[in-house]
Nanobody, 126 residues
């Protein structure tokens, strides 16, 4: 049973920081790129950040560039999202996802991710 489990969400004031974690289990994720997405009620889920298996490449949405940092520890099967200078607009449920190595590029495309976590709520108060 493949499982991605997010943690680290919560309530924070604007300007604050949070670090999300996503632990993968149930299979080997060798070669898999990992991504973070977020969704607010009534809105479509949107791409936040992605990282390749080797961590040689990181990709960010323009809205979070310079504030968020994605990283991974393959020995622990865990990917992280460090979120700094949080804004109320960052409030959302954050999901991590895993993408097969058969694909390249287009990291923002959700349909290329095979496995998804249940999400963790991030709320930023003004």
């Amino acid at each position: 049973q493949v499982q991605l489990e997010e943690s680290g969400g919560g309530l924070v004031q604007a300007g604050g920081s949070l670090r999300l974690s996503c632990a993968a289990s149930g299979r080997t994720f060798y070669g898999y790129a990992m991504g973070w997405f977020r969704q607010n009620p009534g809105k479509e889920r949107e791409f936040v950040a992605a990282i390749t298996w080797s961590a040689g490449s990181t990709i960010y949405a323009d809205s979070v560039k310079g504030r968020f940092t994605i990283s991974r520890d393959n020995a622990k099967n865990t990917v992280y999202l460090q979120m700094n200078s949080l804004e109320p607009e960052d409030t959302a449920v954050y999901y991590c996802a895993a993408r097969s190595p058969q694909y390249s590029g287009n990291y923002y495309k959700q349909n290329l991710y095979a496995y998804w976590g249940q999400g963790t709520q991030v709320t930023v108060s003004s």
